[in-house]
Nanobody, 117 residues
Framework: QVQLVESGGGLVQAGGSLRLSCAAS????????MGWYRQAPGKQRELVAT???????NYADSVKGRFTIYRDNAKNTVYLQMNSLKPEDTAVYYC???????????WGQGTQVTVSS
């Protein structure tokens, strides 16, 4: 079973930036896709961004042009660079990885991002 450890969350003013990191306990080549999801209080968990094994990325409309997902294969880490943050980006952000063989998803413990107005 893979362990995913997120870091980089915190409190930032609107317009600011944060970079989230998700370190996997094994090679990220073993995943068909990795991504970031978020869940705000009282709302369902939603997709933020994904990156598949071929390097193709996908973003929620609400973050396009502001967020960038990328990976460092040598460090088995996926990042989410978040710029021009808005109060509505406030949520717990979760890392997700889908196993390339079983397709079973794994989740990190989550990291809180709070954007003040």
């Amino acid at each position: 079973q893979v362990q995913l450890v997120e870091s980089g969350g915190g409190l930032v003013q609107a317009g600011g930036s944060l970079r989230l990191s998700c370190a996997a306990s094994r090679s990220i080549f073993s995943f068909v896709a990795m991504g970031w999801y978020r869940q705000a209080p009282g709302k369902q968990r939603e997709l933020v961004a994904t990156i598949i094994s071929g390097g193709i990325t996908n973003y929620a409309d609400s973050v396009k042009g502001r967020f960038t997902i990328y990976r460092d294969n040598a460090k088995n880490t996926v990042y989410l660079q978040m710029n021009s943050l808005k109060p509505e980006d406030t949520a717990v952000y979760y890392c997700n990885a889908r196993d390339a063989i079983t397709t079973r998803p794994s989740w990190g413990q989550g990291t809180q991002v709070t954007v003040s107005s």
